[in-house]
Every structure is written in structure tokens, then in C-alpha cells.
């Protein structure tokens, strides 16, 4: 019986966050079987600080020269896999991602033997006006046939090819509305919020991605799951139920720019299933064996950042202290 090989594939920008929230995702994976290899594409001024403490595979890679990928950053985590398809040609499925997410071991029984698409819920249209901005944008950038599925987030898994198809035709559509959209708006209101150049939120590339699965791909093969890019903060949910986390922008419980201030580095395990506990326990787990300057790690880095002058917090919070 041939073995289904799959990897697991995101970009690393060239900032300290960035290779920290990569070398923190391989570490989550630690759990997980044979099959599965992290293939990350890298900027090449960074390459030298990724870990390589389990199967780990870096590719270095820039991103095009173009106006697009520095006024829209986050495009860099869409164009990569059809930009540079020869790496994951080498795998069944690919399990596209950003690199601010947990794996858990339950991704191991993930079912990989399908031809559809799974993708995590990103909850960006929360109302009627802003469902409907989308099927305009849909129509005004030539997808007539969008029917909303139910707001892709970043996390997508399927066939290799599916996946850098999708990737393309997502990273095509999202320059057309970067820059096609008439009113940057604002987050939570009925106009879809695009920001100023430089100054996006992410939301774009989810968007187009959204068009396109439900323009091009059949319904049947798109599956909708709150297992991948569950909330990192629930603390009524077994981990046990998620295949992935994304680290959410709060400052409550586990949130990454809480892990960026410090809020962590003296913070003790906590003892329950939850999925905040899951989150955290990585964290802290991951922090020891840096502290301990471990042989299986490269990079033993602690990177604080000092809390910007214009947050709304002037000082970590850390709500979830043996929370049970």
C-alpha cells in the first residue's frame, strides 16, 4: 500500500515574528505521523534561524518583484505555491497555511484520501450589507456565479493540484480587488474593508478565496469545518475535536501578541483539555526547551517586543492562570 505523503506548506517573511510563529507551528506538530513534512518556503535572509527539529523542509524563497506583494504583504502567503509548485508536486495533499497557527495530533486522522477541499471559517461578514458588498465585489471582478459558502479562512487542505490552482486564481482575483474596490471602509461595518495601501488586515486574500471555490469547484467537494483554525482561546472545547488553532490579534488567554510582549515567560501549565490549554501548554513547553538551549533546536531566540505606544493595553494581560 503506497503511503500518502502531505505537507504542510507556508510562507516566512523575513521579520523575527514570523520566525517565531513558524518555528512554534513545527514545534506543535511534533505528534504527527510519518506522512506528514513541513515545507516552508522561507525568505532567504532568514533561512538560517528556522528549526529543523523534526521533518522540516525549507525552500528559499522571494516573493516576486512587484508593486502588489509589498503593498499587500499578506499576498506573499498566496503566490508561493504556484509560483514555485515544484517542491509540493512531490505530495498527495497539501495543507496550505500561515504560520501563526497550531497543529495538534489529531490532524493524523485527518481524512486524506478524499478529492475535496477543507477549509476553516474566518467569520469576517457578520452582516447582511457586508454578505451582499461580497457578491457585488464577486460580480464586478467577473464571478457572476458566487453563491457565499461561509467566509474561507486561511487554512485549506486538498490535492496538490487543487491547492495551487486555488492559489492562483485567489491571488489573481485578490490584486484585482485590492485595488478595485472603490471604499476601503472600515472592520465590522456593511463596506468590505480593504485598508489603505500598506495597511491591510488580511482580509483580502480570504475574500478571494471564497469567490473562487464556490465559482470554480462543485459544492460537494468544498467542506466547511470548524476543526481547522479553531479559536485559540475556547475554553469549553476539548482540543482533542480541532485539527488546528490559529493564534488570534485578542488579549485574552493565549493570543500571540500577548506571547510577543511577554506576557508568557513566567506563566505555569495549566492541567485541562481545553483548547486555550492546548495553546498555551505548546507555548510554554516550546519556551523551556529554548530557555534549556536545546540540541534539537536552532533557533534559541527569545524575541519581546515592547508594547506599542498606541495599543489599547499599556500592559500584558494573562487571563487564564490554571483556569480548569
Not at 474566518?122 to 458566487?146: M, S, V, W
Not at 465590522?188 to 470554480?216: F, K, P, Q
Not at 510577543?260 to 513547553?285: E, F, I, K, P, Q
Amino acid at each position: 500500500m503506497t503511503t500518502v505523503k502531505i505537507a504542510i506548506a507556508a510562507y516566512v517573511d523575513n521579520k523575527a515574528k514570523f520566525v517565531d510563529e513558524a518555528n512554534l507551528m513545527t514545534y506543535s506538530g511534533r505528534g504527527l505521523d510519518g506522512r506528514f513534512t513541513f515545507v516552508l518556503y522561507a525568505h532567504p535572509d532568514i533561512i538560517d534561524q528556522l528549526d529543523r527539529h523534526m521533518n522540516v523542509r525549507i525552500i528559499p524563497y522571494t516573493a516576486p518583484d512587484k508593486e502588489f506583494y509589498n503593498d499587500y504583504k499578506f499576498a506573499r502567503s498566496m503566490v508561493f505555491p504556484y509560483d514555485m509548485p515544484e517542491p509540493l508536486l512531490e505530495y498527495d495533499y497539501v495543507c496550505k497555511t500561515d504560520t501563526d497557527v497550531f497543529i495538534t495530533p489529531m490532524l493524523n486522522n485527518f481524512p486524506f484520501t478524499t478529492n475535496k477541499i477543507y477549509v476553516g471559517i474566518g467569520n469576517y461578514c457578520h452582516t447582511d450589507g457586508a454578505i451582499e458588498a461580497l457578491r457585488q465585489a464577486a460580480i464586478k471582478f467577473g464571478y457572476p456565479e458566487y453563491k457565499r459558502i461561509n467566509d474561507m479562512h486561511s487554512t485549506i487542505i486538498g490535492p496538490t493540484k487543487d491547492i495551487i490552482d486555488i492559489m492562483r486564481l485567489s491571488d489573481e482575483l485578490e490584486e484585482k480587488m485590492y485595488y478595485g474596490l472603490e471604499e476601503p471602509g472600515e472592520w465590522g461595518t456593511d463596506v468590505l474593508w480593504r485598508g489603505y495601501y500598506g495597511h491591510n488586515c488580511g482580509i483580502c486574500s480570504m475574500y478571494a478565496m471564497e469567490i473562487i471555490l464556490s465559482s470554480v469547484y462543485p459544492r460537494d467537494r468544498i467542506v466547511i469545518t470548524d476543526k481547522l483554525d479553531a479559536a485559540c482561546d475556547l475554553v469549553d472545547v476539548p482540543w482533542t475535536d480541532k485539527y488546528t488553532f490559529h493564534q488570534y490579534h485578542h488579549d485574552v488567554i493565549y493570543s500571540k501578541f500577548q506571547a510577543r510582549y511577554g506576557a508568557y515567560l513566567n506563566a505555569d501549565y495549566t492541567d485541562s483539555v481545553s483548547c486555550a490549554n492546548y495553546c498555551l501548554n505548546t507555548y510554554l513547553s516550546k519556551l523551556e526547551y529554548v530557555k534549556n538551549k536545546s540540541t534539537h533546536f536552532v533557533n534559541h531566540s527569545i524575541n519581546i517586543d515592547p508594547i506599542p505606544v498606541n495599543h489599547h493595553i499599556q500592559e500584558t494581560v494573562f487571563a487564564y492562570r490554571n483556569k480548569k
